[in-house]
């Protein structure tokens, strides 16, 4: 299994970034897959999900700011997230449950500056 997270970076507050996580190892279209995220001292937290047939939901404090999608025919999830605020802060990290085990790619840093 290998998920390899990217579109991190610095922006703004009230700024936008669409993170990626492109798939492989394992069959993309039934599974479930998670964005978390961890921001610096602190634990790694459950931020979104997408369930095999679609299905989004999240964490209360992205709803109506983040959106979870998936291509299966490109084996990619993204994160769409927009009026980005500085407690967002964090390295965000993609992850598949297969079986009941989480797997977890190598993440990617979002820093919003004030």
């Known amino acids: 299994v290998q998920l390899q997270a990217s579109g991190g970076g610095v922006v703004q507050s009230g700024g936008s970034l669409r993170l990626s996580c492109a798939a492989s190892?394992?069959?993309?279209?039934?599974?479930?897959l998670v964005w978390y995220r961890q921001a610096p001292g602190e634990l790694r937290e459950w931020v979104a999900r997408i369930s095999s047939s679609g299905a989004p939901s999240y964490e209360d404090s992205v709803k109506g700011r983040f959106t979870i999608s998936r291509d299966n025919a490109k084996s990619t999830v993204y994160m769409q997230m927009n009026s980005l605020k500085p407690e967002d802060t964090a390295t965000y990290y993609c992850?598949?449950?297969?079986?009941?085990?989480?797997?977890w790619g190598q993440g990617t840093l979002v820093t919003v500056s004030s």
């Open positions: 190892g394992f069959i993309f279209s039934t599974n479930e």
């Open positions: 992850g598949v449950y297969i079986q009941g085990i989480i797997y």
